[in-house]
């Protein structure tokens, strides 16, 4: 349950985020009420069968917050932990996430009680397909785009995709995204999430005057986003002198070899007993001296105890929620600048929504094409966000929510509210 709880926490701070910007956009208060309510929830059991003959009843849910803009968009996550609540805050964010960068998607979120841990193979895929078969009638290229989430991959998505077109009798790859090249994924996928924090983060650099020769970049976390978005850094010229995962932090004044540090944590399955560095502790690795800090691990890492020892002077948020609003008001009252996660983090959905097009095209980019067009999409709706703190002389994060509420009750404005 300590997952859920997290996550809920966070879904505090989101709303608190949302208040702000609503109240500067004075926001019409029976606008407010449609948007803080979640358009459709769906629970439903889960039985399955175990190898061993055994049947078990898990818990599924799928939260469609809102469609203003368009089919709801998000992830699906395996956990024992699952709420409603928790994929309740998670589709709520969405929304604004999607918006924040002009997707034509709204929010959604769903996820399972199960541990992927304690299952075989053929037990993620029953549980898999009897959970996508219970949703066959609200999701669909048109409705509701699942993709990937905690303990949940590209395989699974497979699944799903399969499942969804033995029941409609047609080969849909557009209804989930994050699945294998070889059915319908799109290339440049996986390193979308780093790739878009390094976009973000090079324009700020720019935008702030500091030479990305020159810069010192700290990553939290050698996940999937910390890694790649370490990879491209240093393709930018940058010198990234701080990695950590669960294991431990490893700092090198000098300058981290990262391609021997992936090549590392591929083979040994995380950083322990890298020797690229010297070892500390991760809340260590936060306070160390850099100028570009990108927490890419876990929510709610900066706090008011440790936002006064931050040194970076921009931080890009990879992860969900790192920051709480406490910190985020020291950053403030110190000048250093906050890139939001809903735009920092925003490079991997839009990629699948690159994804989705194809899909429904059936005309594939080549990986060059995919990057450019992500560059384009992140730096276009970035800058639209600059220009919005510049004239309002507000924050970042504040601009963001802003832009991408406005987006969404514009959408809601011009359809009506069908009652």
């Not at 709880?5 to 989101?14: K, L, M, N, P, Q």
């Not at 699974?156 to 995709?161: D, F, G, L, S, Y």
């Not at 927490?295 to 040194?311: D, R, S």
């Not at 703190?389 to 009750?409: F, G, K, N, Q």
Request: net charge negative; charged share 20%.
């Amino acid at each position: 349950m300590t997952t859920a709880v997290r996550e809920i926490s966070v879904f505090g701070d989101a709303i608190a985020y949302f208040n702000e910007a609503a109240d500067l956009l004075e926001l019409n208060p029976s606008i407010r009420a449609i948007l803080t309510h979640p358009s459709r929830q769906i629970i439903f059991s889960i039985p399955f069968q175990r190898d061993s003959g055994q049947f078990e009843v898990y818990t599924g849910y799928r939260v469609q917050y809102n469609f203003a803009r368009g089919p709801a968009k998000g992830g699906i996550r395996f956990h024992p932990g699952v709420t409603l609540d928790e994929v309740t805050a998670l589709a709520f964010w969405m929304t604004w996430k999607c918006a924040v960068v002009d997707l034509p998607f709204g929010g959604g979120k769903g996820g399972v009680t199960c541990d992927p841990a304690t299952l075989s193979q053929n037990e993620l895929e029953r549980i898999t397909r009897r959970y996508a078969a219970e949703l066959v009638e609200v999701i669909g290229p048109d409705k509701d785009v699942p993709a990937p989430d905690v303990n949940t991959n590209a395989q699974t998505m497979a699944w799903i995709m399969d499942t969804y077109s033995m029941h409609v009798r047609q080969a849909t790859p557009g209804v989930v995204t994050g699945k294998p090249l070889a059915i319908g994924g799109s290339k440049g996928r996986v390193e979308a999430t780093g790739r878009g924090v390094v976009i973000t983060a090079m324009d700020e650099l720019a935008n702030m005057g500091i030479n990305a020769a020159k810069a010192r970049i700290v990553i939290q976390g050698f996940g999937n986003v910390g890694m790649y978005a370490a990879k491209h850094f240093r393709e930018c010229g940058c010198n990234v002198v701080g990695i950590s995962d669960v294991t431990g932090a490893y700092y090198n004044e000098a300058g981290i070899d990262i391609a021997n540090g992936i090549t590392y944590a591929q083979e040994h399955h995380n950083l322990d007993g890298f020797r690229g560095g010297e070892k500390i502790s991760n809340g260590e690795l936060l306070t160390s001296a850099c100028d570009v800090l990108v927490p890419a691990a876990l929510e709610k890492v900066l706090t008011a105890e440790n936002a006064p020892k931050i040194q970076a002077r921009l931080i890009v948020e990879g992860a969900n929620g790192p920051t709480t609003p406490d910190a985020d008001r020291i950053f403030n009252d110190r000048g250093i600048t906050v890139i939001p996660d809903i735009m920092g983090n925003a490079g991997g959905v839009t990629v699948s929504y690159f994804e989705w097009v194809q899909d429904r095209m059936g005309y594939f980019w080549k990986e060059a094409e995919v990057n450019e067009r992500l560059e384009d999409f992140l730096l276009t709706n970035f800058h639209e966000l600059r220009g919005m703190s510049e004239r309002h002389r507000i924050p970042y994060r504040t601009a963001a929510y802003m832009l991408a509420i406005d987006r969404v009750v514009q959408s809601l404005m011009l359809r009506g509210v069908y009652a």
